[in-house]
């Protein structure tokens, strides 16, 4: 074999070096090829009786559609309703599919899974907690950028498998139907809360507003004090429904929120409205634009007792108008989640990948097997140096010892 050298940049490549080097390679294979390919061939059938044994697994798949959020018709019908301005808008929170998949994820689904399909004698665990996590390791949940999620199921059967990822769907939808899950949903269920409690406060301003009539023999006041009455109850309603409303939209804007901000500056223009339209002896305090000297002292409890009614009356409708709105937006949004593909039993088994996994184990035994071989060739080249270097020092001590002797 001629050795070919290249000179570059003042520096000698000795090709020769590498060819020898390549040889020699080559040269290792060739001599433990058998060894090789018995290694090889060994751990692929080793492979093919392991997975043999292992039981087959079928993988169902469930396609959804999660409702998206809609423009709420509050918004809509901002500029109409100046009680309150509108009703609270904004996202609320994480994205619908993080929120579906969270509830697809819960203690509560899987333990309805687990006694509706008694997945505890299946799976032979202990107790709920290892059939949870069980369930946990069958379950696979994806996030597509479609917008859309994934389900996916494993078991042995495969009818098993797609009964579980249809029912994971068929609980969600019962979980959905009992929390409020969406942004109208949410103002429906508070503005519900706030009408009950205004219901109940408008009554029993009527109960003490009969018995203040029934003591004083009062039973209408002039059309000009009424009016009064009833305009600064309204304001004063428009006062309490912006409170709640800022209550309401805390729950998910800032400070720095410019609708909140919005809210709040018109909150601040009905109270200066409202000290305004309050005078008397004690204004300021609540009273209304009537004086003391003009209204008897009988009458004087009267008109608080009346002001309360007008104010619950208007809070009362307010909160029902409120809660009406919220209804309809929770009807468009509509929290169904809608299957587009429903789990079927699958043909194919999902694990083991029996071809794959005896293709890795044989690659996997022909590479340790080539390792071995190059590992030997050292060794045995290391032991043959060995034995020269012994040759040698023999070769040179009987030079010596005869250089010594003459």
Not at 273 to 294: C, F, H, P, W, Y
């Amino acid at each position: 074999m001629s050795e070919k050298n290249t000179q570059t940049d003042g520096r000698v490549v000795d090709h020769g070096d590498d060819e020898i080097k390549l040889f020699d390679v080559l040269l290792v294979l060739l001599e433990n090829k058998g060894k090789i390919a018995a290694a090889t061939l060994l751990t692929a059938l080793l492979a093919a009786g392991a997975t043999a044994l292992l039981p087959d697994k079928f993988q169902a798949e469930v396609l959804l559609l999660p409702p998206k959020q809609a423009q709420n018709t509050s918004a809509l019908l901002m500029g109409q309703l100046s009680s309150l301005g509108g009703s609270v808008g904004g996202a609320l929170g994480p994205s619908p599919n993080d929120m579906y998949i969270g509830m697809l994820q819960s203690r509560t689904i899987a333990d309805a899974l687990i006694r509706r399909f008694n997945l505890a004698s299946d799976y032979r665990t202990k107790d709920a907690s290892e059939t949870r996590m069980e369930l946990a390791k069958a379950s696979t949940f994806i996030n597509e950028k479609s917008g859309m999620i994934t389900l996916q199921v494993l078991d042995k059967d495969k009818l098993q498998a797609a009964a579980l990822a249809n029912g994971y769907i068929e609980e969600l939808q019962k979980l959905v139907q009992v929390f409020a899950v969406t942004e109208a949903a949410q103002r429906r269920q508070f503005y519900e809360k706030q009408l009950a409690g205004a219901k109940r406060q408008l009554s029993d301003a009527e109960v003490a507003l009969k018995k203040v009539q029934q003591k004083t023999g009062l039973i209408q006041m002039n059309a000009q004090a009424e009016a009064l009455i009833q305009g600064a109850a309204a304001v004063q309603a428009q006062v309490a429904a912006h409170e709640i409303r800022l209550t309401a939209m805390q729950t998910f804007a800032t400070p720095l929120n410019p609708d909140y901000v919005r809210v709040q500056q018109e909150l601040i223009g009905l109270r200066a409205q409202l000290s305004n339209m309050e005078t008397g002896v004690n204004r300021g305090n609540g009273d209304l634009s009537i004086s003391a000297s003009k209204a008897p002292e009988d009458g004087l409890e009267y008109v608080r007792k009346l002001r309360d009614v007008k104010y619950y009356e208007t809070i009362f409708d307010l909160m029902a108008k409120q809660f009406e709105i919220a209804k309809i937006d929770e009807a468009k949004e509509s929290a169904f989640i809608q299957v587009l593909d429903p789990a079927i039993p699958p043909d194919n088994n999902a694990q083991p990948r029996r071809v794959r996994i005896v293709v890795i184990a044989a690659l996997m035994a022909a590479f340790f097997s080539m390792c071995w071989a190059f590992a030997s060739e050292a060794l045995k080249s290391a032991r043959r140096d060995i034995k020269k270097l012994d040759k040698m020092k023999l070769l040179k001590r009987s030079l010596l010892s005869k250089s010594m002797a003459e």
